[in-house]
């Protein structure tokens, strides 16, 4: 018998998901410290699991299914239909400006704690539209959008995307080693792609496209 | 494991009946997952009006990416990534926005009055005060600490479900579970809870 503790085993035992469970089961028959330590961790889990969960409220149901009706018929509209190819590509460098933009909105309420970031957005036509920390950019009024870059507008830019396209377009700088590494799978590229408007995926192909071309 | 897993490939048939037009086989999909949506929405945003919101949200975005959707994994893992990201999202953009996001006291009897008409009988009773000091605690954990006990303890999904719902590993998963229930437990003791 090893009288040594197994405090810290004892989540994942509970849980269902300890390597050794058989020795841990033995260990706490024998040991009051470990049995007292179970029961607390089980009390707590019978407490949460006991908590009231709400339930959808009549009509719920009908609301999404409104919504994935207008998105079907969206889905129908032939502009949608794979013309991505025509985007301008001043429209996908707004894209990023944007993005970037709205990425750097999302950190720290706008305010950057180093004073200035490195901020390597794609060349704007005017250096004026450059973007700095927590600013948001204009787009160029005279730039030209195709119907597709306009929808994406409208749609907004999601969290995801900005962050994505952040990603890769400022690949090289250090700060953002922690970033790259959340997305090194296929898994959260399947996820990241799950929450964009079709004009968002649609921008973030393009951008997939040009990195791919200028690497 | 999740409580869902046995409906798996049935999923996987509904989404490719929807895929090719059928919405009637999403909307099997969200009569199977609204509530569950609406629960995990619930406890990490805190406000039902929100939880349903995100809930309707996540559903729309699953309907636009059907498309892109390939069996690879429980097709509850993929919803959940969606409701997930969408709601750390919403919880950012309100910590932004400087809002108060912490459900006042008696907002939890409240939405169990709304919801319950006509749904649950049984969710209509009134939190006890433990339950009461409970979700309060649970509230007060960090998103990454709530969604993994949510996932785990409200969800019913195993180790590897939540790495893949939350993107990381099955290591941290455990650790965070770990310390999430610490931080319940130490949150507990202050409130004078014990839970037998």
């Not at chain 2, 649950?120 to 006890?128: E, I, T, V």
Request: charged letters at 30%.
């Amino acid at each position: 018998m090893n009288n040594r503790h197994v405090f810290d085993e004892l989540p994942a035992f509970l849980d269902g998901e300890a390597k050794d469970a058989e020795r841990i089961a033995r260990h706490i028959e024998a040991c009051p410290d470990c049995a007292r330590e179970a029961a607390a961790l089980r009390a707590l889990s019978q407490g949460l699991r006991a908590l009231p969960r709400p339930e959808a409220r009549p009509g719920f149901r009908g609301r999404v299914m409104a919504r994935v009706a207008e998105e079907a018929e969206r889905k129908r509209e032939p502009f949608l239909a794979g013309r991505w190819a025509h985007w301008a590509v001043t429209g996908v460098a707004a894209a990023a400006l944007i993005a970037v933009a709205g990425f750097m909105a999302t950190m720290d309420n706008g305010e950057d704690p180093n004073g200035s970031l490195p901020i390597a957005a794609p060349p704007p036509a005017d250096p004026a539209n450059e973007a700095t920390p927590g600013e948001t950019v204009a787009y160029e009024e005279d730039w030209e959008f195709a119907p597709e870059w306009e929808y994406a507008l409208e749609s907004g830019v999601s969290a995801e995307a900005a962050e994505a396209i952040l990603v890769l377009l400022l690949e090289e700088e250090p700060w953002l080693d922690d970033m790259l590494t959340a997305y090194d799978t296929e898994r959260e590229l399947d996820l990241l792609l799950a929450n964009m408007t079709d004009g968002e995926a649609g921008a973030f192909a393009m951008l997939l496209a040009d990195y791919a071309e200028g690497r | 494991m999740t409580d869902t897993q046995p409906r798996d490939s049935d999923d996987w048939a509904l989404v490719a009946r929807a895929r090719g037009g059928d919405v009637r086989a999403f909307e099997t999909l969200v009569r199977r997952y609204q509530n569950p949506v609406i629960a995990f929405c619930y406890r990490m945003a805190g406000s039902y009006e929100d939880a349903e919101d995100l809930a309707q949200e996540s559903f729309v975005r699953v309907y636009r990416a059907l498309d892109r959707l390939t069996p690879r994994a429980q097709f509850t893992t993929f919803l959940f990534g969606v409701v997930r990201n969408l709601t750390l999202n919403h919880l950012r953009n309100g910590k932004r926005r400087g809002r108060d996001r912490s459900a006042p006291l008696g907002e939890e009897d409240q939405f169990l009055e709304d919801s319950a008409a006509g749904v649950q009988p049984d969710s209509a009773a009134r939190l006890s005060e433990t339950e009461d000091l409970l979700a309060e605690a649970l509230e007060a954990l960090s998103p990454e600490h709530k969604e993994v006990i949510v996932l785990r303890e409200l969800q019913g999904m195993d180790y590897e479900s939540i790495a893949e719902v939350t993107c990381c590993r099955k290591g941290t998963v455990k650790s965070r579970l770990a310390r999430a229930r610490e931080h319940l437990r130490k949150r507990l003791t202050e409130l004078g809870v014990t839970l037998q």
